[in-house]
């Protein structure tokens, strides 16, 4: 099927943005702009990684004259790729958040505890002006902890 046609069968088989792009992209060819202008428009509207590289890859096509079919079986292939790495990122990065936020909330659980039990206890920390500062410096501490821990999980794929 030529190239026009299947995003016109795109277009329409898919909703949402993908079919709404798809759809821009067929009536810019209509109209008479190329499909590798077409393309870059859409990438424009829709910037993602995803939607560039098809735009490149059309590109890359129509200048060289290869093989339309090759080129989008090897971008469907690194989309993919990039979505298995992502997922499984995630899921090995969730131990490392649950603890993160395990150790992020233990100090305020236990500070609210122990004022429960024990109010005279915590009293102090509440009341002087050195358990103010102590109780602000803590604060300080913990708030640069979930910082550093948040950078340390958070990974770009």
């Not at 990438?43 to 090759?70: D, K, W």
């Not at 803590?138 to 948040?150: H, I």
């Amino acid at each position: 099927m030529p190239v026009g046609e299947a995003i016109a069968m795109v277009s329409r088989e898919f909703t949402g943005p993908v079919g709404e792009e798809m759809s821009k992209v067929y009536d810019e060819q209509k109209i008479g702009i190329s499909l590798s202008e077409a393309c870059l428009h859409a990438a424009e509207r829709v910037p993602i990684t995803e939607m560039q590289m098809f735009a490149t890859g059309i590109n890359i096509q129509q200048q060289t004259g290869s093989s339309l079919s090759e080129i989008l079986t090897n971008l469907a292939r690194v989309i993919r790729a990039r979505f298995r790495l992502k997922r499984k990122v995630q899921a090995l990065s969730a131990e490392a958040k649950a603890s993160a936020m395990i150790i992020g909330s233990l100090p305020i659980l236990v500070g609210a505890g122990l004022s429960l039990i024990n109010p005279d206890y915590m009293g102090p920390l509440f009341y002087t002006l050195k358990g103010k500062f102590l109780l602000g410096g803590a604060v300080g501490w913990m708030v640069c902890g979930v910082l550093v821990m948040k950078q340390m999980i958070n990974f770009k794929v």
